[in-house]
Nanobody
């Protein structure tokens, strides 16, 4: 089990940037796939991005490709989500999640993740 804490959310104008951080406490963080899901107002929680245990593979939902970049620093037990060219439709609560896995396969199904942070609000104004 790992405890996950998100930070870096806030209010930004369309076209702006934010960097979210997910800090983990607990053992063996470098054995976890870590992902970001987001939940827009009144909608289901959806997959946004994820990175494998060693940073070797990443995955993005189509709507953020080319604008968001996920990365990790295992020495700091932290995963980052750099969000550029933000759009009003990116407004959501962003959740960090993790599951222990050495596979290069990245699941986009939230049911496959068993560790969750409390979320950080991202609001993009038009």
């Amino acid at each position: 089990q790992v405890r996950l804490v998100e930070s870096g959310g806030g209010l930004v104008q369309a076209g702006g940037s934010l960097r979210l951080s997910c800090s983990a406490s607990g053992r063996a963080f470098n054995t976890y796939v870590v992902g970001w899901f987001r939940q827009p107002p009144g909608k289901e929680r959806e997959f946004a991005a994820a990175v494998t245990w060693n940073g070797g593979s990443v995955a993005y939902v189509d709507s953020v490709k080319g604008r968001f970049t996920i990365s990790r620093d295992n020495a700091k037990n932290t995963v980052y989500l750099q969000m550029n060219s933000l759009k009003p439709e990116d407004t959501a609560i962003y959740y960090c999640t993790a599951r222990q896995s050495y596979s290069d396969y990245i699941s986009r199904d939230r049911m496959n993740y068993d560790n969750w942070g409390r979320g950080t609000q991202v609001t993009v104004s038009s």
